[in-house]
């Protein structure tokens, strides 16, 4: 597990404005500084200085990014040749939830490993009425006694969990995140006490439940972000997002700023997922590949795809050692890749309708889907075959 | 011919239609695609018609997947309109056998530049109506009641329009009239699904950004040099050095992946016997071998775990060094917990762990201990962000170590529980099925948990209060004169 030293946050006294901030390195004339976030996006719009041009700014932009691109680097299936392939996996539903009376477009696990949240146009599991039609994000409290749930209503509003059913659920709704459009994701941070948010304004979020006071936020996508992870690491307070601009980036949680971006899909970024031991991520995107992205690294190492996936993958999660990569399709199927070796493992159908939302278990026994076919299905592994012969899916 | 994406603009999630374009261009190549020939429907003889089941064939072999697979697909290719059904036209699957199906013709494709507007399907259901009265489907005359009110005004307009693409089908020959019918009506079928269908084009919301525009000014490209200037100057990790780390932790974690490797006593979710979620309580009396054995991985396995963060606690209190995981925990509350109250706990947890003389006084050096006095002179919720790491690490470093050496950890592990594995499957009979209740709700533990923990926390002596106590005790006993 990465100490997450790579982060560097130094503080310290700004070369320009010399307040105590959290800086970062910048170019200016050859000479390197160290500038605060604030003096750095002043810098960045200063305009063009003599002898820039819009054209020369673009050629340097393309030199960097490709110098940085050139340095050699292995991807994971190279690494992992000598890993055993596996065999073929045998995964039946073993539940099917059907009580939405529409598309599900979202679904989270309660840390008791049993209890799920998932929403439509209504939050099912205590049947809490939005006053939006779309609820595209919910999530599960860690102590399992308050749900968030949010979308078109450009809010997000947690509900805190009673034992008595008879209870009005929305008489105890409390508001907490504010956005300028609709609200894509949302997950609590290691409290019941700490949201973050993504929106289709193009930002992420952090919030104070109790206040509703906005911590921290996070600019910099340029489109609107569809989803975030939260690192699973005790020493890092990092997240990654993904969004319609084809980047993936991962956020300082403290200073707000973004530490890493990657930029390799080819279209929109639907969902990302943090390799359980946090020091890379996967991502699926409506180019229908999903990828995998190595933070120490700091590159893309693996690509998911096959020439017959054609439509995009819409939700991805790890197995609990990470070996496993489950993918729900716009194509109504799963495919199950194998992370190290790159190639698919499995293809699971059963949905009617687009796959929207996918998430294993937090004890790794099972994984749950939602589709826009009105239901969601629980499946475990039965079988297993060992390797005997290799199928057309090798 | 070019082919120009109508709505890709805003519908870049139906990049699909691209590839699948792709996939049809090459089913139609006369060497390579599939096996067309000429087929005699009603009294015409229809052209270029193929059955399902050849096309399913000439997937499976183009594509090396397998039937189930190329099926889905196929189901696809038909539904999204580029090919079409000559004799059951209303059932957009791709059927395994002789049914015959015919490619659309690339006017008709979904990305075409033109959207299927409401005016073209009046001209359409118009046209039919003038040709045949009463062929219209009953969803398809709602819809021209209704599309009529909605634009009597050009209704003139539609009717002429109507009039005279019927004229001009009538000149054409018999074969060609055919397959313009069929051709239009598989159009409009994808374009306006009957009830009970799926709407296939529908692909939920709208996305507030074009990201086919793209902005590039000047100050975007400034930020970009920034962000790739910063990322060359970043030292990263050799590639093979961060991915050999990735397999490894595979490699480790793969016997405790209950999707790869099974779990013991059984998956509750395939027997429906929650043995394994008992056996594995979060705070259960005996924890089980493979659990324990996990806590050894590596020091954030023994700290997430709260039976191993309750033994590691046990096993610092004996050392004299408890203080360190109460810190580092109290600075998890800080971070985490409720932002309003972020004054008061930086000064309990200084009180309480830094100050000279504290009860709990942890134990870091000089110079992290001046940054963080000074900090707290305006509390934030990261103020101690440096003492906790410090203290994060020095257990990390030290005492992790030692308790994986010591006789608390070993004697854990030699009683720890290795459940048998058990066979017995739920029965698939519905009615046979073991009952299955629900389980304890979390609001409820939570409830139990806090009152337990009041009890314990009653029942426990805090030894240095009880010392400091005596001590004061004696203390007075001396100043007091005796009597």
Redesign the interface.
């Known amino acids: 597990?990465?100490d997450q030293t790579?982060l560097?946050n130094v503080f310290g006294s700004c070369d320009k404005c010399f307040k105590q901030r959290a800086l970062?390195?910048?170019?200016k004339k050859s000479q390197q500084l160290s500038y605060c976030s604030t003096c750095?996006e002043i810098?960045?719009?200063?305009?063009?200085h003599e002898n820039e041009t819009?054209a020369s700014?673009?050629s340097?932009?393309e030199k960097?990014?490709k110098?940085?691109a050139k340095?050699?680097?292995?991807?994971?299936h190279q690494?992992?040749e000598r890993?055993e392939a596996?065999g073929q996996?045998v995964?039946?539903t073993?539940?099917t939830l059907k009580g939405h009376g529409n598309k599900v477009l979202c679904m989270d696990w309660?840390?008791?490993?049993?209890?799920i949240v998932s929403s439509s146009q209504v939050c099912h599991e205590h049947a809490v009425t939005m006053p939006c039609t779309?609820v595209?994000a919910c999530a599960y409290a860690p102590?399992?006694?308050a749900i968030a749930c949010g979308g078109?209503d450009n809010k997000c509003s947690v509900y805190p969990?009673?034992?008595d059913k008879n209870e009005n659920m929305a008489a105890k709704k409390k508001s907490v995140a504010m956005h300028t459009?609709?609200l894509s994701a949302c997950s609590f941070?290691?409290?019941d006490?700490?949201i973050l948010t993504a929106s289709?304004?193009?930002t992420c979020a952090l919030w104070?439940v109790?206040?509703g006071?906005l911590?921290q936020s996070f600019h910099g996508h340029?489109?609107?972000v569809l989803c975030l992870d939260l690192a699973p690491?005790?020493?890092g307070?990092t997240f990654v997002s993904g969004g319609?601009?084809?980047k993936a980036m991962v956020w300082d949680m403290?200073s707000g700023q973004?530490v890493?971006?990657f930029e390799t899909h080819?279209?929109?970024i639907n969902s990302v997922r943090y390799?359980?031991?946090g020091?890379?991520f996967a991502s699926g995107s409506?180019?229908?590949t999903c990828r995998l992205y190595?933070?120490?690294?700091?590159?893309e190492?693996a690509i998911y795809s096959k020439?017959?996936i054609?439509?995009?993958a819409s939700s991805v999660d790890f197995?609990?050692?990470?070996?496993?990569l489950f993918a729900g399709y716009?194509?109504?199927?799963i495919n199950v890749w194998d992370?190290?070796k790159g190639s698919r493992v499995s293809?699971l159908?059963g949905h009617e309708?687009r796959v929207s939302t996918l998430r294993?278990s937090p004890?790794?026994?099972?994984?749950c889907s939602g589709s826009w076919d009105h239901t969601l299905r629980?499946r475990?592994?039965?079988f297993?075959f060992p390797v005997c012969e290799r199928?057309?899916?090798g | 011919m070019t082919i120009r994406h109508q709505g890709q603009q805003y519908r870049p999630r139906m990049a699909f239609l691209q590839k699948i374009e792709a996939l049809v261009k090459d089913m139609q190549n006369p060497e390579t695609g599939v096996r067309m020939q000429n087929q005699r429907v009603l009294v015409t003889s229809v052209p270029h018609a193929m059955t399902g089941s050849d096309v399913l064939q000439w997937i499976i072999q183009r594509l090396w997947i397998s039937s189930l697979e190329a099926q889905n697909l196929g189901n696809f290719i038909v539904r999204y309109g580029y090919i079409y059904p000559l004799q059951d036209p209303k059932n957009l699957i791709l059927k395994p056998d002789g049914s015959l199906y015919r490619f659309q013709t690339p006017y008709f494709w979904p990305t075409q530049q033109w959207p299927a507007e409401d005016t073209d399907y009046a001209i359409y259901l118009a046209k039919r109506n003038i040709k045949k009265k009463g062929i219209l489907e009953e969803y398809e005359k709602e819809n021209y009641n209704f599309l009529n009110q909605k634009m009597n005004y050009k209704w003139d307009f539609v009717i002429m329009q109507a009039k005279e693409q019927y004229r001009a089908g009538k000149e054409r020959n018999k074969a060609d009239r055919y397959a313009l019918d069929c051709q239009e009506k598989a159009y409009w079928l994808v374009h306006r699904c009957p009830p009970g269908m799926d709407n296939v084009l529908d692909y939920g919301l709208d996305r507030v950004t074009n990201p086919n525009e793209v902005k590039v000014n000047q100050v975007c490209l400034c930020c970009i040099i920034m962000y790739y200037q910063q990322a060359l100057m970043r030292s990263t990790v050799k590639s093979s050095v961060s991915l050999g780390g990735i397999v490894k932790y595979s490699e480790q974690f793969s016997s405790n992946d209950a999707i790869m490797s099974g779990c013991l006593p059984s998956n509750p979710w395939i027997t429906d016997d929650t043995q394994f979620w008992d056996l594995n309580a979060k705070l259960v009396e005996i924890p089980t071998k493979m659990r324990v054995e996990r806590w050894a991985f590596n020091f954030s396995e023994l700290i997430r775990d709260p039976k191993g963060r309750q033994s590691f606690q046990y096993f610092l209190k004996k050392e004299f060094s408890g203080e360190n995981l109460g810190f580092w925990e109290a600075c998890e509350d800080l971070k985490y917990g409720d932002q309003s109250k972020v004054k008061e706990k930086a000064e309990e947890i200084y009180k309480l762990f830094l100050a000279p003389g504290a009860r709990r006084w942890i134990n870091i050096d000089g110079k992290t201990m001046d940054i963080t006095v000074k900090g707290l002179k305006h509390p934030h919720r990261y103020v101690l962000d440096a003492a906790q790491t410090h203290i994060y690490m020095l257990m990390k470093k030290d005492s992790y170590a030692r308790y994986l050496k010591s006789p608390i950890y070993k004697e854990m592990l030699a009683k720890a529980i290795e459940p048998q594995e058990t066979t017995k499957k739920s029965s698939t009979l519905p009615f046979m099925r073991r009952h299955l209740r629900s389980s304890p709700s979390p609001v409820i533990l939570r409830q139990l948990e806090e009152e337990a923990k009041a009890r314990e926390a009653a029942n426990t002596v805090d030894i240095t209060q009880v010392m400091s106590k005596l001590d004061r005790r004696s203390q007075l006993q001396k100043e007091l004169p005796p009597k």
């Open positions: 597990m990465c790579f560097v970062r390195p910048v170019f750095a810098m960045a719009t200063e305009g063009l819009l700014l673009k340097e932009a960097v990014q110098k940085k340095r050699h680097c292995f991807v994971l690494v992992a890993v596996l996996f995964m039946k073993r539940r309660c840390k008791d490993k049993r209890r779309w595209m102590s399992g006694c078109l969990l009673t034992f459009n609709y941070t290691n409290s006490m700490q289709g304004d193009g104070d109790e206040s006071q911590l340029g489109a609107d690491s005790e020493t307070n319609c601009d084809k403290r973004c890493q971006a080819e279209s929109d390799y359980p031991s020091d890379a409506d180019d229908a190595d933070l120490r690294a700091d590159r190492v020439e017959s054609i439509f995009g197995s609990l050692s990470g070996r496993l716009n194509d109504y199927t992370v190290l293809i159908f309708n294993v004890d790794g026994t099972a994984f629980v475990g592994m039965v297993c199928r057309e899916d």
